[in-house]
């Protein structure tokens, strides 16, 4: 009993490296002003006057923060830009880390109080920008997410402190077991279907042309291939992925594997917003360790290129 309170104070309280949640707040940022740049179209049908959304026999999101926003359509459409513009202030202060912690709740809100009303054109992968935003909340809040690479550090940190600042693990093990959760009940919830059970899902999915961007439906004179293919899909979502990602052999390997399943999936299928998102959700298991061996691989590849370029 003894050593399993070791492991599970070391597992969620041993003090780590702040800079990779400072990259993972700044990632997460930048990629949200690119999504609600493009959410702007949907917004303005459902949040304005001239919209069709007050027609959906739907019951609105009316509980806080979700249901926040739902009267903007009984208003002057400048209340809408207003709080469509603050959002990208928000954003920008969360991005750049000042006054993080306030920003962080707000972003929390105003991205609930966006989404949750979008009861058509809304997927999976808005539930993910949520719970993110969530997740960021919890560790703003907790000083974790504005140690390094922020505004806020830079006006505390005084010009004799030196040091890498630390930070204890239990913020960033917060995202790496709600990604784990994503894998394993998006495996489990295909149980449910049996065209995974017989391994014929794929083979329905490179037969229509509705949701692909290329024609695939080559690839159904192969049904061998298609139900390896969805076998593999399956186990790796429900077993690989939420066993393997833990351990520092197999991590590697595994967020590889599914890098190169989401690429895959967003150059040939027109699945918007999800394979972005999770791919960024990938940055949760990078170590400072990962980013020293990628800056070392991009500055080999700089002088090497300029050798070729002096001769």
């Known amino acids: 009993m003894k050593e399993l309170m070791v492991l599970w104070d070391r597992f969620f309280?041993?003090?780590?490296?702040?800079?990779?949640?400072?990259?993972?707040?700044?990632?997460?940022?930048?990629?949200?002003?690119?999504?609600?740049?493009?959410?702007?179209?949907?917004?303005?049908?459902?949040?304005?006057?001239?919209?069709?959304?007050?027609?959906f026999a739907a019951k609105p999101a009316v509980s806080f923060p979700n249901g926040l926003f739902v009267n903007l359509a009984n208003v002057s459409p400048t209340w809408f830009y207003f709080l469509y513009g603050a959002t990208f202030a928000i954003i920008a202060l969360f991005t750049l880390g000042l006054w993080t912690r306030i920003a962080a709740v707000l972003l929390w809100v105003v991205t609930c109080a966006w989404l949750g009303p979008l009861v058509v054109g809304s997927n999976s992968a808005d539930n993910v920008?949520?719970?993110?935003?969530?997740?960021?909340?919890?560790?703003?809040?907790?000083?974790?997410?504005?140690?390094?690479?922020?505004?806020?550090?830079?006006?505390?940190?005084?010009?004799?402190?030196?040091?890498?600042?630390?930070?204890?693990?239990?913020?960033?093990?917060?995202?790496?077991?709600?990604?784990?959760?994503?894998?394993?009940?998006?495996?489990?919830?295909?149980?449910?279907?049996?065209?995974w059970y017989n391994g014929s899902a794929l083979h329905y999915v490179f037969f229509q042309a509705t949701w692909s961007r290329v024609d695939l439906s080559w690839a159904t004179n192969y049904p061998f291939a298609t139900g390896l293919l969805t076998y593999a899909t399956l186990f790796y979502e429900l077993l690989l992925f939420p066993a393997l990602v833990w351990n520092r052999r197999t991590r590697l390997p595994i967020l590889t594997f599914g890098i190169l399943l989401h690429l895959s999936i967003a150059v040939t299928m027109k699945v918007f917003v999800f394979g972005e998102i999770m791919l960024l959700f990938y940055l949760c298991f990078l170590t400072q360790e990962h980013y020293d061996c990628l800056r070392g691989f991009w500055r080999k590849c700089v002088v090497k290129v300029g050798k070729q370029g002096e001769v």
């Not at 041993?14 to 990632?27: C, K, N, S, Y």
């Not at 702007?40 to 027609?55: N, P, Q, R």
């Not at 960033?172 to 994503?182: G, N, P, S």
């Open 13 to 55: 309280f041993a003090r780590v490296d702040a800079r990779p949640m400072g990259l993972f707040r700044i990632a997460f940022g930048a990629y949200l002003l690119v999504f609600y740049w493009q959410l702007k179209w949907i917004l303005e049908l459902y949040f304005l006057k001239s919209g069709f959304a007050v027609h």
């Open 129 to 195: 920008v949520r719970t993110l935003s969530f997740l960021f909340m919890l560790a703003a809040v907790a000083g974790h997410a504005n140690t390094c690479y922020s505004l806020d550090a830079h006006r505390a940190r005084s010009a004799s402190e030196a040091g890498v600042p630390q930070i204890p693990v239990w913020s960033t093990r917060l995202f790496q077991v709600q990604l784990a959760l994503i894998y394993f009940f998006s495996g489990f919830h295909k149980l449910a279907s049996n065209d």
